[in-house]
């Protein structure tokens, strides 16, 4: 009994946590959006400071390659003038300058490696948050659609405003008319009272006529 409970109150709060979403979907998505951009911003920041670090690296590596071929221009001439003792000096700081190369142009080459990925990556970011931005511009849309259509579909549905206007025209054109129910009643008290049975002889052609009828008209005009 506790686990089936446990899977009613689970089955529940998914149902509740369906509908929440569904109801701020939009600012649900505008808010992945801005998390999106601010992630964007973060990687565009390292991006900026990973080309800077790579073009640091190369600038020294330019001005070490320049030192470099100085000192064996120099180390040279030192040769031909049998000044091996500074031809010995140059060389040493040549060769150290030259593993110091080493590791510079590998650590240029990791860093151009990374600029290189982490710009791919920037890019289709981009690409895709741009993407978002029109997929949420078409949710707003649909999601007004949705919000019209439910309205529409409240109003024309049961128990609704169109529903109780068409009741009120009915019970107006249906409505007995007064001047034709005041018109049955006299004739009604009239029959009670009898007053009506002398014209009813009259009009079967015992005695006298109480009331002119147009065909006794129209026979008094031809006679004339």
């Given at each position: 009994?506790?686990?089936?409970?446990?899977?009613?109150?689970?089955?529940?709060?998914?149902?509740?946590?369906?509908?929440?979403?569904?109801?701020y979907s939009i600012e649900l998505i505008d808010q992945k959006i801005r998390e999106a951009q601010a992630s964007l911003k973060a990687a565009k920041l390292t991006?900026?400071?990973?080309?800077?670090?790579?073009?640091?690296?190369?600038?020294?590596?330019?001005?070490?390659?320049?030192?470099?071929s100085d000192l064996t221009l120099r180390a040279r001439e030192a040769l031909s003038d049998d000044r091996e003792d500074l031809a010995q000096e140059a060389a040493?700081?040549?060769?150290?300058?030259?593993?110091?190369?080493?590791?510079?142009?590998?650590?240029?080459?990791?860093?151009?490696?990374?600029?290189?990925?982490?710009?791919?990556?920037?890019?289709?970011?981009?690409?895709?948050?741009?993407?978002?931005?029109?997929?949420?511009?078409?949710?707003?849309?649909?999601?007004?659609?949705?919000?019209?259509?439910?309205?529409?579909?409240?109003?024309?549905?049961?128990?609704?405003?169109?529903?109780?206007?068409?009741?009120?025209?009915?019970?107006?054109?249906?409505?007995?008319?007064?001047?034709?129910?005041?018109?049955?009643?006299?004739?009604?008290?009239?029959?009670?009272?009898?007053?009506?049975?002398?014209?009813?002889?009259?009009?079967?052609?015992?005695?006298?006529?109480?009331?002119?009828?147009?065909?006794?008209?129209?026979?008094?005009?031809?006679?004339?």
């Open positions: 009994m506790f686990g089936t409970f446990k899977t009613l109150i689970i089955g529940a709060n998914a149902r509740a946590e369906e509908n929440l979403r569904d109801q991006l900026a400071s990973l080309i800077q670090r790579e073009r640091g690296e190369t600038r020294q590596i330019g001005a070490l390659e320049d030192r470099v040493r700081a040549i060769a150290e300058m030259e593993n110091e190369l080493t590791v510079r142009r590998e650590t240029a080459n990791r860093l151009e490696a990374r600029v290189m990925q982490l710009r791919q990556s920037v890019e289709a970011a981009n690409r895709r948050i741009l993407d978002l931005k029109q997929g949420a511009i078409s949710a707003r849309a649909i999601k007004r659609e949705q919000g019209i259509q439910k309205r529409l579909n409240k109003t024309l549905g049961g128990g609704n405003a169109i529903d109780e206007a068409e009741e009120l025209i009915a019970n107006v054109v249906n409505k007995d008319d007064p001047f034709e129910q005041s018109e049955i009643l006299r004739e009604i008290d009239t029959g009670l009272g009898h007053h009506d049975v002398a014209d009813r002889l009259g009009d079967a052609g015992f005695g006298h006529k109480t009331r002119a009828t147009a065909d006794d008209v129209l026979k008094r005009l031809q006679a004339k």
